[in-house]
C-alpha cells in the first residue's frame, strides 16, 4: 500500500473525561459592593460543536492536501528525476506542516465530551502521521527532503559489477530466485547492498527530525506513535505482537529446521550449518523474506502435484494486464464491483525502459474519491499474479470506503489493509486454477496436498519472523536503544534472533542493510504485515464458512460467492470508523486477533515435518 501519511491507524480513545470531570465552571464573582460593576463573563470556551466543525474541517482540508500530495507522489514514483522528487517533497511538507498544527488546535477539545465520531476523527488525526515534522519550517522542509530522496535512492538503485554490467532490482531478484550457484547468489546479494549505504546518515538524520515532531506531539518517540495506533496501549500492542508470535513460533521452528537440513544437503556442510544459522542468500528472495522460489530443492515428492504455476501462466500466453484482469474476476465474483475505466487508463502495469521508477508494487486512490490505480512492474509468474491479488485487495478497500470521511479512509487497522487481498489469494487454489484453465487436472492426495502445503508455507510461514523483526528493529532505532553506529549490528542480531538467518559474510557499520528493504527508506511501518498474514486465515477460515464450505481449511475456495463478498463488503465499508474490533468481529464474529487458524491450516504439513524432522537438533 501507497498511503504514507494515512496508513497507521488508530490510537486508543483515552482521555475522554466525562463532562463533569472537565473544565471547572466559572468562578462566581466575589460579591462586593452594590455599586462594583459586574466583570465580562469569561470568554466562552471551545464547545462540542466546535470540535464537530474542526473535525470536519480538518477532513475537507486534509482531502484536498493529501490528494495534490499524492498525484505529485504518483508522478515522481512513475518518473523519478530531481524536478519529481523537489515537487513531491513541496507538497508533503504542506501536509506535514498542516497535520501538526492541526493537532495541536485539537488539543483544545481535550477533557470535552464530545460525540464518539468528532472523538474519533481528533484521535485518528493524532497518529495520521507517519513520519510527524517539528514546528520548524527549516527541519519540515529537510524531513520532507530526505524522505523523497531515500525512497529516489531505493528507486533509482543498481548494481554495476566489476566489468560495468549493472542490474537492477528486478534483475537481482532474479539470480536470487533462479540460481542455485553460492557464489553467484552472494554476488547479486552484496550487489544489491552497495545502494544502502549513502542513505545511513540521512536516516539517522530523519530519525532524530521526526522523534522530535512526535515528541512535539505527545509521544515518546515515532514508535511509540506507531504503536499506538491499534485501539490499546504501545505497550500492550507489543505485547499483543509477542503473543501472535508465540503462537506461530512453533510451526516456523518446524520450516526452518527441515529447510536448513535441504540446504546442507544441497551446498554442503561447510557453507550450511546443519545446526546453525542459515546464510542470507541462499533461500530464494533478496531478503530471505519469502522462500517459494526454493521450492525445487525442498520439494518432498518429486513430481507429486502439477503446482508450477508460473510456467502455466506463460505457456497460455498470460500478459501483465490479463493477470490483473483475472485478479479483478475474483473480486467480483463475489459481488463487487468491477474496477472503474480510470483504474485501466491510469495505472503502471509494467517496468518503463526510458526512464527511473519505483517498481515496488503498491495500490493507490490519488483523490481519496475511487481514482484507484496500482503501480507495479508485473513479471508474468506466481509471485507477481498473489502481489496483484495483494495490491487489488487495497484498491477494493480504497473503493468501497472512498465516501467516508478522509481520516475514516484507513483499514480497521493497518494488517486489515494488508490482509485482504491476501485472503482472496488463498482462495487462489489449485482446483480454482483448474477451473481458471491454468492448471491441469489436480491430485487429490497426501503426497500431492504436502507439495502444496510446502510451496504455500514458504511463503506464509517464512514470513512470519520478518515481519515482525522489522519494526522491532525500528522501535529500537527510534528509542534509542540502538544508536546510529550500531544499525547493522542490532539489525542482524535480530535476524539472528527471529530467522534463524545469518549474513553471508562479514558486515559492518560502512554497511546499511536495513536500507536495502523498501519500506526502511520509504518509511511504511511494517508489523502491518506481520499482523496481515495472521488475519488473512482468520478471515479465509470466516469467509469459507459463510461460503458454506465444509472439509478441511486447505481445501477451500471461496471464489463465487455472493455471501462471502457480502461480509467482507460489509467490513470494507466501515474504513476506520469503528475500533479495528468491531470491524473484525463482523467478519469472524470475535474481536481478538488470533493464529489458530493459521495453524489449524497447516496442520497436514506440520504433521508431516515433525516426522521429518525427528532425531534432528532443530533450533539454532
Ligand atoms: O510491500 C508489500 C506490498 C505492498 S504493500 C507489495 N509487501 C511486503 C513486502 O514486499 O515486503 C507485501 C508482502 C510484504
Ligand atoms: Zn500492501
Known amino acids: 500500500m501507497r498511503r504514507t501519511a494515512l496508513s497507521i491507524g488508530l490510537v486508543l480513545l483515552v482521555g475522554c473525561k466525562s463532562s463533569a470531570e472537565?473544565?471547572?465552571?466559572?468562578?462566581?464573582?466575589?460579591?462586593?459592593?452594590?455599586?462594583?460593576?459586574?466583570?465580562?463573563?469569561?470568554?466562552?470556551?471551545?464547545?462540542?460543536?466546535?470540535?464537530?466543525?474542526?473535525?470536519?474541517?480538518?477532513?475537507?482540508?486534509l482531502k484536498q492536501l493529501l490528494s495534490d500530495w499524492e498525484r505529485a507522489e504518483w508522478i515522481k514514483s512513475t518518473y523519478i528525476t530531481h524536478d519529481t522528487e523537489v515537487m513531491a517533497a513541496g507538497f508533503h511538507e504542506k501536509v506535514l506542516?498542516?497535520?501538526?498544527?492541526?493537532?495541536?488546535?485539537?488539543?483544545?477539545?481535550?477533557?470535552?465530551?464530545?460525540?464518539?465520531?468528532?472523538?474519533?476523527?481528533?484521535?485518528?488525526?493524532?497518529v495520521s502521521e507517519s513520519m510527524p515534522a517539528p514546528n520548524d519550517a527549516a527541519k519540515r522542509k529537510r524531513l520532507a527532503e530526505i524522505s523523497a530522496q531515500l525512497e529516489s535512492i531505493y528507486g533509482k538503485g543498481k548494481y554495476c559489477d566489476s566489468k560495468g554490467a549493472c542490474k537492477d532490482l528486478g534483475e537481482l531478484s532474479k539470480v536470487m530466485a533462479e540460481s542455485h550457484d553460492y557464489s553467484k547468489l552472494l554476488d547479486a546479494w552484496k550487489g544489491w547492498r552497495t545502494i544502502s549505504p549513502e542513505m545511513r546518515p540521512m536516516y539517522s538524520e530523519f530519525v532524530s527530525i521526526a522523534n522530535e515532531g512526535a515528541k512535539e506531539i505527545g509521544f515518546e518517540n515515532l514508535g511509540e506513535l506507531w504503536r499506538a495506533s491499534y485501539d490499546m496501549t504501545p505497550a500492550e500492542f507489543e505485547a499483543e505482537t509477542d503473543r501472535l508470535w508465540g503462537q506461530v513460533k512453533p510451526l516456523y521452528d518446524q520450516l526452518h529446521c527441515y529447510v536448513r537440513g535441504k540446504l546442507a544437503a544441497r551446498y554442503g556442510k561447510d557453507k550450511v550449518d546443519p545446526k546453525g544459522l542459515i546464510p542470507a542468500h541462499l533461500l530464494g528472495n533478496m531478503w530471505a523474506q519469502e522462500w517459494a522460489n526454493i521450492y525445487p530443492l525442498v520439494e518432498p515428492y518429486k513430481g507429486a502435484a502439477d503446482i508450477d504455476v508460473t510456467k502455466a501462466l506463460n505457456k497460455?500466453?498470460?500478459?501483465?494486464?490479463?493477470?490483473?484482469k483475472m485478479a479483478e474476476g475474483f473480486f467480483t465474483s463475489l459481488g463487487m464491483h468491477p474496477l472503474p475505466d480510470t483504474f485501466w487508463e491510469r495505472s503502471m502495469f509494467t517496468q518503463p525502459k526510458d526512464r527511473e521508477v519505483v517498481c515496488h508494487a503498491s495500490a493507490w486512490d490519488v483523490s481519496y474519491d475511487n481514482d484507484l490505480r496500482i503501480k507495479m512492474c508485473i513479471k508474468v509468474d506466481e509471485e507477481d499474479l498473489i502481489t496483484i491479488h495483494h495490491e487489488l485487495g487495497h484498491d477494493y478497500y480504497y473503493m468501497y470506503y472512498h465516501t467516508l470521511p478522509v481520516l475514516y479512509q484507513q483499514g480497521a487497522h493497518d494488517g486489515f489493509h494488508e490482509g485482504i487481498g491476501d485472503t482472496l489469494a488463498l482462495s487462489v487454489t489449485p482446483g480454482y486454477l483448474q477451473k481458471a484453465g491454468i492448471l491441469g487436472p489436480v491430485k487429490k492426495n497426501e503426497k500431492a496436498l504436502i507439495n502444496l502445503q510446502m510451496?504455500?508455507?514458504?511463503?506464509?510461514?517464512?514470513?512470519?519472523?520478518?515481519?515482525?523483526?522489522?519494526?522491532?528493529?525500528?522501535?529500537?532505532?527510534?528509542?534509542?536503544?540502538?544508536?546510529?553506529?550500531?544499525?547493522?549490528?542490532?539489525?542482524?542480531?535480530?535476524?539472528?534472533?527471529?530467522?534463524?538467518?545469518?549474513?553471508?559474510?562479514?558486515?559492518?557499520?560502512?554497511?546499511?542493510?536495513?536500507?536495502?528493504?523498501?519500506?526502511?527508506?520509504?518509511?511504511?511501518?511494517?508489523?502491518?504485515?506481520?499482523?496481515?498474514?495472521?488475519?488473512?486465515?482468520?478471515?479465509?477460515?470466516?469467509?469459507?464458512?459463510?461460503?458454506?464450505?465444509?472439509?478441511?481449511?486447505?481445501?477451500?475456495?471461496?471464489?463465487?460467492?455472493?455471501?462471502?463478498?457480502?461480509?467482507?463488503?460489509?467490513?470494507?465499508?466501515?474504513?476506520?470508523?469503528?475500533?479495528?474490533?468491531?470491524?473484525?468481529?463482523?467478519?469472524?464474529?470475535?474481536?481478538?486477533?488470533?493464529?489458530?487458524?493459521?495453524?489449524?491450516?497447516?496442520?497436514?504439513?506440520?504433521?508431516?515435518?515433525?516426522?521429518?524432522?525427528?532425531?534432528?537438533?532443530?533450533?539454532w
Open 22 to 61: 472537565q473544565a471547572p465552571p466559572p468562578v462566581a464573582p466575589v460579591a462586593k459592593a452594590p455599586e462594583a460593576k459586574k466583570p465580562p463573563p469569561p470568554p466562552p470556551g471551545p464547545t462540542a460543536a466546535d470540535a464537530k466543525a474542526f473535525a470536519d474541517r480538518v477532513n475537507a482540508d
Open 316 to 324: 497460455k500466453g498470460f500478459t501483465p494486464v490479463k493477470m490483473v
Open 97 to 126: 506542516a498542516y497535520t501538526s498544527q492541526a493537532i495541536k488546535e485539537a488539543t483544545k477539545f481535550d477533557g470535552l465530551a464530545l460525540d464518539p465520531d468528532t472523538a474519533r476523527t481528533i484521535a485518528l488525526l493524532k
Open 455 to 619: 510451496k504455500e508455507a514458504l511463503d506464509k510461514i517464512a514470513f512470519l519472523p520478518f515481519g515482525k523483526l522489522i519494526d522491532q528493529w525500528r522501535w529500537d532505532v527510534f528509542s534509542g536503544k540502538v544508536p546510529a553506529d550500531k544499525y547493522n549490528e542490532a539489525w542482524w542480531a535480530l535476524r539472528e534472533k527471529y530467522q534463524g538467518i545469518k549474513a553471508p559474510v562479514a558486515r559492518t557499520e560502512a554497511d546499511f542493510d536495513p536500507g536495502a528493504k523498501y519500506h526502511i527508506p520509504s518509511n511504511v511501518p511494517y508489523t502491518r504485515y506481520f499482523l496481515a498474514r495472521i488475519l488473512q486465515f482468520q478471515f479465509h477460515k470466516a469467509l469459507c464458512e459463510v461460503a458454506g464450505h465444509t472439509g478441511p481449511l486447505h481445501e477451500c475456495s471461496i471464489y463465487g460467492s455472493k455471501a462471502a463478498g457480502d461480509k467482507m463488503k460489509a467490513m470494507l465499508a466501515m474504513g476506520a470508523s469503528k475500533p479495528w474490533p468491531e470491524a473484525l468481529k463482523a467478519v469472524t464474529g470475535t474481536e481478538q486477533m488470533d493464529a489458530s487458524a493459521l495453524v489449524e491450516y497447516f496442520q497436514p504439513l506440520m504433521g508431516w515435518l515433525e516426522e521429518q524432522n525427528k532425531g534432528q537438533q532443530c533450533g
